[in-house]
């Protein structure tokens, strides 16, 4: 079996933002080092911007001794970037590292401030950075605690120094799990993070599953917040995706269950600090007959406009999902819409938005997948333009790439409107997955390319763009894993500028 580090089931995306806790561990593959696919250019030229070559996190190969990989960064201007993940150590513990930009620079990779004392049980693992401000940003996670369950944590840099790892101040749970899925910061000290707490019962039942949402206000962090104990009928749900426009004021979406077992897409927003219902996402009714949808990802531009995305499936029993994306205006939530022009590239019925990024309000990208007459899936992208979503498009390039059948849009980011970059896989002619990048500029989308240097670090064919992060038109990082000639998957930053 291949060893994959998010080439994502269509019901499971959130492996997304858990990949490292488990898709990085699944079995090994012996395929060998395939050949660069055909076209794969080695220059990444683009009118906005150029990619320099891949190279493996700074400091990580000291912490590791056998897997890594770079799960979420965040650029809050040119050059400066915060980033995180996981790493294994020579104990085969899995841990948690954070590693900074400044002014072009990485730094090196350390293990998470605080962990030491936090972490008894031994897994753990960033998973969602973000930076309101040049050496000012927020992280969060998982580890296990002494009591064998996972705990969320968040953890936050002042002015360029990590501090210590904390709980996430009443997460609930007692004899069951927590974990950080995503975090926001709108500036320096005011960030959101959302995620789940579980009950389980004996042998490792789960009871119930709750969403939760957390605030730090000046520095401070709050008390974590049940988000949807109203219409969580069904007891089990997840906030997967927060994003903050202002302090204070942040969307978050993720799913529940009814009663009868079916997951349902829902909302909630916080304004002026203050966390409301949640809410089920209007207009999948109409659209998913199989009652079953969930947003993946939110992202807001201003206060009160917001666009986020995800799937929902028809009435084939789960088999056919379907991309939505849903706008807020003004505060307003609208009715969710299948992402249009989408219907006629899947052939498959199966599509999903992965990653959504605003530049403004009613301008907004999202990218993900969709399945071809192949059972393939390919990679595409859609945009908003003055509030009018367009119609969805392959992703140039990945065609003359995608050799070996599959590809995917796993981050979309956006400095301004128009000004956009993404990055994921693709399949090579020897079933390899390499990793891509692909920028707009001026509302042209170029075409995608392999990460420079990703062909030389990737030696046993699996490497992908996990995350992407833009400050500016001409300046993003990416980041993300690749396998090495031992089998081992290794952390990879790549900057354009």
């Known amino acids: 079996m291949r060893r994959t580090i998010g080439a994502l089931a269509p019901d499971m995306m959130r492996n997304v933002v858990v990949l490292a806790a488990a898709a990085l561990t699944v079995g090994v593959t012996s395929l060998g080092i395939g ?32 897997d890594a990989g770079l799960v979420s960064v965040s650029c809050p201007s040119a050059g400066n970037c915060g980033g995180g993940g996981f790493y294994v150590d020579r104990a085969f513990h899995r841990r948690g590292f954070v590693v900074s930009e400044s002014n072009g620079t990485w730094g090196k990779a350390i293990e998470v401030p605080g962990f030491a004392t936090l972490n008894q049980g031994r897994p753990a693992q960033v998973l969602s950075v973000s930076c309101g401000s040049e050496g000012n940003c927020s992280a969060g996670g998982t580890y296990a605690g002494s009591d064998g369950f996972r705990h969320a944590f968040v953890v936050s840099e002042v002015k360029g120094t990590w501090g210590k790892a904390r709980e996430v101040p009443g997460t609930l749970n007692r004899g069951g799990e927590a974990q950080v899925l995503s975090v926001s910061c709108a500036s320096a000290g005011n960030c959101s993070a959302g995620g789940y707490y579980g009950q ?18 000046n520095g401070t962090w709050g008390k974590a917040k049940e988000v949807a104990a109203t219409i969580n009928s069904g007891r089990i749900a997840q906030v997967f995706s927060v994003s903050c426009a202002s302090a204070g004021n942040c969307s978050a979406g993720g799913y529940y269950t009814d009663t009868a077992g079916n997951t349902r897409a829902f909302v909630v927003s916080e304004v002026h600090g203050t966390w409301g219902k949640a809410r089920q996402v209007a207009g999948i009714t109409a659209l998913n007959q199989d009652e079953n ?97 367009g119609k969805a ?100 930053v790549a900057n354009k500028n």
């Open 293 to 389: 949808a969930q947003v993946i990802s939110v992202s807001c531009a201003s206060a009160g406009n917001c666009s986020a995305g995800g799937y929902y499936a028809d009435n084939t029993y789960h088999i056919h999902q379907h991309a939505f994306v849903v706008s807020e205006v003004n505060g307003a939530w609208r009715r969710a819409i299948q992402v249009p022009g989408i219907a006629t590239l899947d052939k498959g019925r199966s599509t999903q938005v992965i990653s959504v990024s605003c530049a403004s309000a009613g301008n907004c990208t999202a990218g993900g997948y969709y399945t071809d007459s192949n059972f393939h899936q390919q990679a595409f992208v859609v945009s908003e333009v003055h509030g009018t979503w």
């Open 393 to 492: 498009r392959e992703v140039p390039g990945p065609a003359t790439l995608n050799q070996g059948g599959n590809a995917q849009v796993n981050s979309v980011s956006c400095a301004s409107a128009g000004n956009c970059s993404a990055g994921g896989y693709y399949e090579d002619s020897a079933h390899h997955l390499q990793a891509f990048v692909v920028s707009e500029s001026n509302g042209a989308w170029g075409k995608a390319i392999e990460v420079p240097g990703t062909a030389t670090l990737n030696k046993d064919g699996v490497a992908q763009v996990i995350s992407v992060s833009c400050a500016s038109a001409r300046n993003c990082s990416a980041g993300g894993a690749y396998t090495d000639s031992a089998r081992r998957f290794q952390a990879f």
């Open 35 to 66: 050949a660069a696919p055909a076209g794969a250019s080695r220059a990444a030229a683009s009118s906005g911007g150029t990619w320099g070559k891949a190279r493996e996190v700074p400091g990580t190969a000291a912490l590791n001794s056998r």
């Open 200 to 217: 389980f019962v004996f042998e490792g039942m789960v009871l119930s599953v709750e969403p939760f949402v957390v605030s730090e206000s």
